[in-house]
């Protein structure tokens, strides 16, 4: 296949009441306009750590996960029904080592980590989409990983990483989008927002015992993590990352980028 290679994305999913917020559903939306449209979708989520290393089911309008609670009831009634994504599935099956198959679901759909952001981005919902699940998070297991689902790229598929740039809810006291970013939250994002500048993997590999702002930041670590998985998808981890989304919603970093 001769398709354009498409970018690999890091992106901060937010949680449901992202669809109150006109600003960053603008923001998702224009990033999406600026890439060619993808054959397919692949997205690893922070809320998904499974191993060994698994896939949802690919039939078409698979319904969603709503791994959530305490909000509105209508998020619960949304819908995200993509097409039949089984020759998707294959694909990412190929490319996983014999002594690590791929565990196939047949029936857990997308979370929250992967329809939130996908239904502003691709509302339309005409695109295959999978879930990949975040089978470890060893950063060089996962550059690994990315480095296995590079192909995918030449092929018009879209990989994305799911988490959130900072992600310390239990220390977060202002629940309004608009709220002030407590000092780890802005340590921490401007921290990695200097590291993926100047693609120093390395430093970001070692986060744990680097970066300002932790364990506050991450006091676990799966929304930071699917960032690895992002780099390892393009030919040159340590190239500058381009960041397209920035800013904070309620104090927390929604840094996102992309790698060409």
């Known amino acids: 296949m001769n398709d354009e290679m498409l970018p690999a994305l890091y992106l901060s999913h937010g949680a449901p009441p992202l669809f109150e917020d006109p600003t960053w559903m603008q923001q998702l939306t224009d990033w999406s306009a600026s890439i ?80 939130v952001p996908m239904k502003i981005m691709y509302p339309d919902a005409d695109i295959p989409v999978v879930q990949l699940s975040m089978p470890t998070h060893d950063p060089v297991r996962l550059l690994e990983l990315g480095r296995r689902l590079r192909p995918l790229r030449e092929q018009g598929i879209l990989i994305v990483g799911s988490g959130f740039m900072t992600h310390g809810l239990p220390f977060i006291r202002d629940w309004r989008f608009e709220a002030a970013a407590p000092g780890w939250s802005k340590e921490f994002d401007l921290w990695a927002g200097e590291a993926l500048d100047r693609g120093d993997v390395e430093s970001l590999i070692r986060y744990r015992e680097l970066a300002p702002g932790m364990p506050y930041a991450h006091p676990t670590v799966e929304h930071f993590t699917p960032l690895f998985v992002t780099l390892g998808a393009v030919s040159d981890p340590e190239q500058p990352a381009e960041t397209v989304i920035d800013g904070y919603w309620m104090g927390l970093a929604k840094r996102s980028f992309q790698v060409a």
């Open 36 to 115: 060619t449209k993808p054959k397919g979708i692949l997205i690893v989520s922070a809320h998904w750590e499974s191993a060994p290393i698994s896939i949802t089911a690919t039939d078409a309008a698979t319904p969603l996960i709503y791994d959530f609670g305490g909000f509105a009831p209508k998020y619960y009634n949304m819908k995200y029904e993509t097409p039949d994504a089984a020759w998707l599935g294959d694909l990412v099956s190929k490319l996983m080592p014999d002594n690590e198959p791929l565990h196939r679901h047949q029936s857990r759909g997308l979370d929250h980590g992967a329809w």
